[in-house]
């Protein structure tokens, strides 16, 4: 069983940067691929960004490259979304999922059905 708790969410104007941080439970968190996904009101959830166990390879979507940085710290069991340069439309409530598949450069890695563990999710809200 794992459990994955977001924070660093909040109110933030057009430009500006957050930090989003993802603490799991368990001792086996280096072990497996990390994702962060984000939902905005009567959207599906959608692909942000995807790191490998080892913090190696990074994945991200179109929407999110250039200005998101997707990171980990194993020894804390943490993974983090760096955001900056934020847009009205990255208004969402961002999840982050632990992946149940390895992570392969050929790999697809914006499936949320191969992700088994969601945290509850933590709401970003970009004013204009």
């Known amino acids: 069983q794992v459990q994955l708790v977001e924070s660093g969410g909040g109110l933030v104007q057009a430009g500006g940067s957050l930090r989003l941080s993802c603490t799991a439970s368990g001792r086996t968190f280096s072990s497996y691929a990390m994702g962060w996904f984000r939902q905005a009101p009567g959207k599906e959830r959608e692909f942000v960004a995807a790191?490998?166990?080892?913090?190696?390879?990074?994945y991200y979507a179109d929407a999110a490259k250039g200005r998101f940085t997707i990171s980990r710290d194993n020894a804390k069991n943490t993974v983090y979304l760096q955001m900056n340069s934020l847009k009205p439309e990255d208004t969402a409530v961002y999840y982050c999922a632990k992946r149940s598949t390895y992570l392969s450069g050929t790999s697809y890695p914006g499936r949320p059905n191969d992700y088994d563990y969601w945290g509850q999710g933590t709401q970003v809200t970009v004013s204009s």
């Open positions: 790191i490998s166990w080892s913090g190696g390879s990074r």
